[in-house]
């Protein structure tokens, strides 16, 4: 039987695996802090085999790098000792809702996160920390004083003295937070879907620093756009700012060359359908462009309505949109509207089902108010300003509970964009705050018919005591998030009636199920009783354990779960017989006869679940009869 590690995935480990594969030569042994063999890379030799000249030493060469980036890679790679508990109490429709949220440093959550759903979200969107010196809610500030920047990076020495003359450098400002968004976004990116893609909120103090950051770990050439939104009106009385900003930046990246945008979606009011087309729902379109005879000569000719016999002659100063085959070819399959009386110009007949184009979105996005009479609203993003998303979600929890909220206008126009038409793709925030994000995902569901689901992830940072949310009850900001969730769906039920997912499941982090004991079996002192069912902590449920099983077996934490007491012991299903699992002591043969018929793809049991060594291999020996294609692990 295999032994689970109950520990989140090593990728160092991993990495190095990877790299041994293509270069077995330059893998060689180390001793880790415990004394014990193990792999390690010969960097120097990797250096040599991934250049065509002697390496020789280190080189200048075009990067980013700040004092603790080498510690946000370790951060990244080092696995952690925890795991996700249940909320139940504070979770909504548990059995059956397939959404998340979570609450925990997300860094950690990332971590736990990585192997159930590697490769499997959508879209991700994050509005994280500015880094503006300003306290919001949450912490907003990752500066270091001056002092720690200067000895951290050698310009004065132990006793404070100033080693070469330097003013002072805006890098005490960006290192922390930059090492704080690196490891996270370098986990992020193998969440993603190969057609995945990730949006940003971040405004002038970091966008420069976001992106060399994602140009590195996303890839330059994998750079969507930077978008800007203007976010409010009235003068700005920041002394920072030679200028009065009203804009922000969303900054987009695709994990690969397979991310598209679904296109803009034009109203659909004028749609219907009198002629009763079996290709559904049209309106009348523009069949001409603004271009001239002579700056397109393919695109000036007559056209002739099959039906009556009358050519119509084309504009020179307007031509048609297409070519003189594809034209034809639309008259043939009855694309073109002929005026009935041969007076007025013929126009494109559009379906529907056509309104998701390759038309672009641009990278503006303003306010419909904003919009000029010539300019193309059908590419344009519009979003409210940032005082209208504070109203919305004043009047949703009755009362001014979180500052600068993101709006679920904004929200939802990028998932629309982002992710496909009444879709079963996951959406992920880890930096969710109010959780706009889940809000916007549960409204364009109910709007199309979708099965989009959502992880939101929080820290659970406490408000302030003098703070309207801790006056109202709201003791950190997951509370705030939580019951914004609640109050949505509440009111888009209400609003559309529509048959939607409108629940989550709230886990939270905590330390391992397992004592120490368990991961350091050799720190046991001479003469101490190592007791098999010691290895758990106390307080813990056979559920706790399930959820700790489920992260590391790489299974979704929204899967259905289902408990049944079998003679007496508990067993649990995950997905039918995904996974069945049974923590309690001695269980007896004929329970395991009775999981073995189900024909699990996974069992895992405790140690303590067998009586002694005998009933451990006479279990082996009952799946391989009963079920040998089970495979059968153990805490």
């Keep these: 039987?295999?032994?689970?590690?109950?520990?989140?995935?090593?990728?160092?480990?991993?990495?190095?695996?990877?790299?041994?594969?293509?270069?077995?030569?330059?893998?060689?042994?180390?001793?880790?802090?415990?004394?014990?063999?193990?792999?390690?890379?010969?960097?120097?030799?990797?250096?040599?085999?991934?250049?065509?000249?002697?390496?020789?030493?280190?080189?200048?060469?075009?990067?980013?790098?700040?004092?603790?980036?080498?510690?946000?890679?370790?951060?990244?790679?080092?696995?952690?000792?925890?795991?996700?508990?249940?909320?139940?109490?504070?979770?909504?429709?548990?059995?059956?809702?397939?959404?998340?949220?979570?609450?925990?440093?997300?860094?950690?959550?990332?971590?736990?996160?990585?192997?159930?759903?590697?490769?499997?979200?959508?879209?991700?969107?994050?509005?994280?920390?500015?880094?503006?010196?300003?306290?919001?809610?949450?912490?907003?500030?990752?500066?270091?004083?001056?002092?720690?920047?200067?000895?951290?990076?050698?310009?004065?020495?132990?006793?404070?003295?100033?080693?070469?003359?330097?003013?002072?450098?805006?890098?005490?400002?960006?290192?922390?937070?930059?090492?704080?968004?690196?490891?996270?976004?370098k986990i992020a990116r193998q969440l993603l879907k190969e057609d995945g893609v990730i949006f940003i909120s971040i405004d002038d103090n970091e966008i420069d620093n976001i992106k060399k950051l994602c140009d590195e770990v996303?890839?330059?050439?994998?750079?969507?756009?930077?978008?800007?939104?203007?976010?409010?009106?009235?003068?700005?009385?920041?002394?920072?700012?030679?200028?009065?900003?009203?804009q922000?930046?969303?900054?987009?990246?695709?994990?690969?060359?397979?991310?598209?945008?679904?296109?803009?979606?034009?109203?659909?009011?004028?749609?219907?359908?009198p002629d009763n087309d079996p290709r559904g729902p049209w309106a009348r379109d523009n069949l001409t462009c603004n271009k001239t005879a002579s700056e397109r000569p393919n695109l000036f000719y007559p056209i002739t309505d099959p039906n009556t016999g009358i050519t119509y002659q084309c504009n020179p100063n307007r031509v048609w949109v297409y070519e003189k085959a594809r034209m034809e070819r639309l008259i043939m399959e009855g694309k073109v509207l002929f005026p009935p009386s041969g007076n007025g110009t013929p126009m494109y007949k559009r379906h529907l089902s056509e309104l998701r184009s390759n038309k672009k979105p641009l990278s503006t996005w303003i306010l419909p108010s904003n919009l000029s009479d010539g300019e193309d609203n059908n590419s344009t993003l519009i979003f409210p300003l940032n005082f209208v998303a504070t109203k919305e979600l004043r009047d949703l929890l009755d009362g001014q509970y979180f500052d600068y909220p993101k709006s679920v206008q904004m929200l939802y126009g990028i998932?629309?964009?982002?992710?496909?038409?009444?879709?079963?793709?996951?959406?992920?925030?880890?930096?969710?705050?109010?959780?706009?994000?889940?809000?916007?995902?549960?409204?364009?569901?109910?709007?199309?018919?979708?099965?989009?689901?959502?992880?939101?992830?929080?820290?659970?940072?406490?408000?302030?005591?003098?703070?309207?949310?801790y006056k109202a009850g709201y003791k950190n900001i997951c509370e705030i998030g939580k019951e914004r969730i609640r109050r949505a769906a509440k009111k888009i039920k209400e609003e559309t009636g529509a048959d939607i997912d409108y629940g989550f499941r709230v886990f939270r982090v905590d330390s391992s199920n397992m004592k120490d004991v368990y991961y350091t079996p050799d720190k046991l002192k001479q003469g101490e009783l190592f007791d098999l069912a010691s290895n758990i902590k106390e307080d813990r449920t056979g559920e706790d354990l399930l959820i700790q099983v489920?992260?590391?077996?790489?299974?979704?934490?929204?899967?259905?779960?289902?408990?049944?007491?079998?003679?007496?012991?508990?067993?649990?299903?995950?997905?039918?017989?995904?996974?069945?699992?049974?923590?309690?002591?001695?269980?007896?043969?004929?329970?395991?006869?009775?999981?073995?018929?189900?024909?699990?793809?996974?069992v895992v049991f405790r140690d303590s679940s067998f009586e002694d060594d005998s009933a451990r291999i006479n279990v082996e020996e009952l799946f391989k009869m009963l079920s040998p294609g089970t495979e059968i692990q153990v805490l």
């Design 218 to 246: 996303f890839g330059a050439s994998n750079f969507v756009g930077i978008f800007v939104w203007k976010r409010r009106t009235g003068a700005n009385d920041s002394k920072r700012f030679f200028v009065s900003n009203d």
């Design 415 to 469: 998932l629309n964009q982002a992710v496909e038409d009444k879709s079963d793709d996951i959406v992920l925030d880890f930096f969710s705050g109010s959780a706009t994000t889940a809000h916007a995902v549960m409204q364009l569901n109910a709007d199309d018919g979708g099965n989009r689901k959502f992880i939101m992830v929080q820290l659970p940072e406490p408000t302030s005591e003098n703070s309207e949310a």
């Design 1 to 185: 039987m295999k032994k689970l590690t109950m520990k989140s995935v090593d990728l160092t480990r991993v990495n190095i695996y990877k790299i041994a594969e293509l270069f077995p030569n330059v893998i060689t042994e180390a001793r880790d802090e415990h004394g014990k063999i193990k792999l390690a890379v010969d960097f120097d030799l990797l250096k040599q085999e991934l250049s065509d000249v002697l390496v020789e030493g280190e080189k200048e060469r075009y990067q980013l790098t700040w004092p603790g980036k080498k510690q946000a890679i370790l951060n990244a790679n080092t696995p952690i000792d925890k795991t996700l508990r249940p909320v139940k109490e504070d979770s909504v429709d548990w059995d059956n809702t397939q959404n998340l949220y979570i609450e925990g440093d997300n860094l950690e959550v990332l971590k736990l996160l990585q192997e159930s759903y590697l490769n499997k979200i959508k879209c991700i969107y994050i509005d994280p920390p500015y880094n503006t010196g300003k306290d919001f809610v949450y912490k907003d500030d990752f500066r270091e004083s001056a002092e720690e920047y200067l000895e951290e990076t050698g310009q004065i020495d132990e006793q404070g003295n100033r080693l070469f003359q330097n003013t002072e450098s805006n890098g005490r400002f960006h290192s922390d937070w930059l090492t704080m968004m690196y490891s996270r976004l």
């Design 248 to 273: 922000e930046y969303i900054i987009s990246y695709a994990k690969t060359e397979a991310f598209v945008f679904n296109g803009i979606i034009k109203s659909t009011e004028n749609y219907q359908n």
């Design 550 to 602: 489920m992260l590391e077996l790489g299974l979704e934490l929204s899967l259905p779960m289902e408990t049944k007491q079998l003679e007496g012991k508990t067993v649990h299903y995950v997905a039918g017989n995904s996974l069945i699992a049974c923590f309690d002591d001695n269980v007896p043969e004929s329970v395991i006869k009775q999981i073995a018929a189900e024909h699990p793809l996974r």
